[in-house]
């Protein structure tokens, strides 16, 4: 893949930065904006953002003049930012497998990590190769306790309906644990945060079950279809009572972020 990546690369010019900057590309979610504070790209550096998604955060990245190249394990997602963002270099990636031909000064990852979930200490040791001696990677991800109330509901609603556990896709793991797979990885851990962020969830009306439609699609593949409706109102009812505000619906985030120093 690393070929490859060398391959569709192309550096930046300078028209393509200016275009970036005057379709305000640079918008980022008030909760991305510290993240990329603490990476605090250089003009000049070579940045990777594992799990990208569309773009938003490898835009603002680009935009304090680093270079950056954005990789996800979604076709379609780097499609989108690939026309989102012109100008930027995206690929598609998986961080469990890939390898880079040119060591990075930075990994940047922002709630993605999680998602990773198949054996986190591999993806942890594909991001310090490719880094240089000295590299930051620096990441926000969920960490243990993460949607616990949603996912408690959905736990029972799975039970009252007599079926098997679903398989939830998410590694949330404990400050301790992460800290320690990144020493053992090779890095030297700079800065771990874990701290609670409850989030409207402006974008599910339906409440917990839009969310585990929209966050947790999986869970639902070979249910009988009769039974999925009933079975996420379930949900709603569990959830509702930790969840459901007058405002609207929270989600019961929990974040672990940190900035760790390849050795
Ligand atoms: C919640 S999105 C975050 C996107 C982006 N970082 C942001 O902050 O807007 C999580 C992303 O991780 C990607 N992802 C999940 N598993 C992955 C894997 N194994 N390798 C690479 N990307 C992955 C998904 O495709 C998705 O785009």
Request: aromatic share 8%; net charge negative.
């Amino acid at each position: 893949m690393s070929d490859e990546c060398e391959l569709i690369v192309l550096r930046y010019d300078t028209p393509s930065l200016e275009r970036l900057r005057s379709n305000s590309f640079g918008y980022v979610s008030a909760n991305g904006r510290p993240l990329v504070d603490l990476l605090d790209p250089q003009p000049g550096e070579r940045v990777l953002d594992l799990g990208c998604g569309t773009g938003v955060m490898t835009a603002e990245i680009a935009l304090r003049g680093a270079e950056v190249l954005g990789i996800d394990g979604s076709p379609a997602m780097i499609e989108k930012a690939l026309a989102q963002h012109p100008g930027i270099d995206f690929i598609v990636g998986d961080g469990h497998d890939f390898t880079v031909v040119q060591a990075y000064d930075a990994v940047f990852s922002n709630a993605a990590l999680h998602w990773m979930s198949r054996d986190p200490g591999t993806v942890i040791a594909n991001v310090r190769e490719a880094l240089a001696p000295g590299g930051r990677f620096v990441a926000e991800m969920g960490g243990a306790g993460n949607c616990a109330e949603l996912t408690a509901a959905m736990l029972t609603a799975w039970r009252e309906y007599g079926l098997r556990e679903p398989d939830l896709p998410w590694y949330f793991p404990t400050p301790a644990e992460y800290a320690q797979r990144l020493e053992r990885e090779g890095f030297v851990v700079r800065l771990l945060e874990y701290f609670d962020r409850t989030t409207p969830l402006d974008e599910c009306p339906g409440g917990a079950a839009d969310w585990v439609r929209m966050y947790a699609a999986s869970v639902l593949d070979g249910l009988p279809p009769d039974i999925v409706d009933p079975l996420l109102r379930r949900v709603n009812e569990l959830a509702a009572p930790a969840l459901r505000r007058e405002s609207g619906w929270m989600a019961d985030y929990v974040r672990l972020r940190f900035a760790a120093v390849r050795r």
